[in-house]
């Protein structure tokens, strides 16, 4: 049998082959997870992965031991300078080295997640809902319902829940009613797993809600972002890109508006053309940008013909009476 020390360094060995090795490490939460599910798990991700467990104490060690080497590279110093910050190496959590697409690992561990009854003092990991509908069990256990504030009625001689109640919320301790409800209404409402926290991949530290977004998502955030920046650089006038063709066409309007309404004609870019539909009413969008100034136009010469000149006599006032 390998002394204390020799198994100590053959582990490690293998950790800082793994670090170097792999380009991902995911950190994975053990809580409630049976021996059984590791076994499942390991043979699952053989070939494509390698699963560590291991004292926390002794795999920070390592981890700075190899950060401080006089041939550390920058990665080494990064990835631990991010373990001590985030607490990366703490409670119960596994290491999974792979090169593999993280997607992939994280399916395979999805697909190892076990049901579970609620067991008094476990933490709720989801909300737990009582359905509405019969129980199955006899009018005797009425009182144990009232107890718990669940609307019961008797329908054919078995206790029936009225409306569904809601018993536990994420985050709840469970307590030994509530346990008892739910075994005598055989709900296992639990699901355990090796649940991902959070992932290193190639410098970079990314968190299990990073790692639930779809490239759909992604670029719809890219398209939304797109859209704003170009929102506010046409406002600002700033040309751009994405914002340099919808300014030429706004200037383009505002041009042929100024030809409409002083009679001025260019010929590039059918503008001759263009200004006679707008007068005419038949461009789209004229009734506002074009068809008003066309129409101010003619008026100006009228108000001004209607104006009465006023005559030299007027200059004078009643200095002609003297």
């Known amino acids: 049998m390998p002394s204390i020390t020799t198994a100590k360094r053959e582990y490690e060995d293998r950790l800082v082959d793994c670090l170097t090795k792999y380009s991902c490490v995911l950190f994975v939460g053990m809580d409630n997870v049976r021996s059984q599910q590791v076994h499942d798990v ?8 390698e699963f560590m467990m291991g004292k926390k104490t002794l795999q920070a060690k390592i981890v700075e031991k190899r950060a401080q080497a006089k041939d550390a590279s920058p990665d080494a110093k990064h990835f631990n300078d991010q373990c001590e910050e985030y607490n990366l190496l703490s409670g119960n959590t596994g290491l999974v080295f792979t090169n593999n697409a993280v997607q992939e690992i994280t399916s395979v561990l999805d697909a190892h997640r076990v049901k579970a009854p609620a067991r008094v003092g476990a933490i709720a990991p989801c909300d737990v809902v009582v359905p509405a509908g019969s129980t199955g069990m006899e009018p005797t256990q009425t009182s144990f319902f009232q107890a718990l504030n669940i609307a019961t009625k008797i329908a054919k001689g078995m206790v029936e829940i009225v409306t569904e109640k809601k018993v536990l919320n994420t985050g709840d301790k469970v307590d030994n009613s509530t346990a008892t409800l ?28 990073d790692l639930m977004m779809t490239e759909d998502m992604v670029e719809k955030m890219l398209m939304e972002g797109l859209s704003n920046v170009a929102a506010m650089a046409l406002g600002a006038g700033i040309p751009t890109s994405s914002t340099i063709g919808p300014m030429l066409v706004d200037a383009f309007k505002n041009l042929l508006a100024v030809s409409v309404a002083t009679s001025y004609e260019f010929e590039e870019h059918n503008g001759k053309e263009l200004r006679e539909a707008a007068i005419s009413g038949r461009l789209a969008g004229s009734g506002s940008a074009a068809a008003e100034p066309a129409a101010a136009a003619p008026a100006a010469p009228s108000a001004a013909a209607e104006e009465p000149e006023e005559s030299d006599e007027d200059d004078f006032g009643m200095g002609g009476l003297f």
């Open 182 to 209: 739910l075994q005598k209404l055989n709900i296992s409402p639990f699901y355990y797993q090796v649940n991902v926290l959070s992932v290193w991949d190639r410098g970079v530290l990314f968190t299990r809600e």
């Open 42 to 49: 390991r043979r699952a991700l053989r070939g494509k992965a």
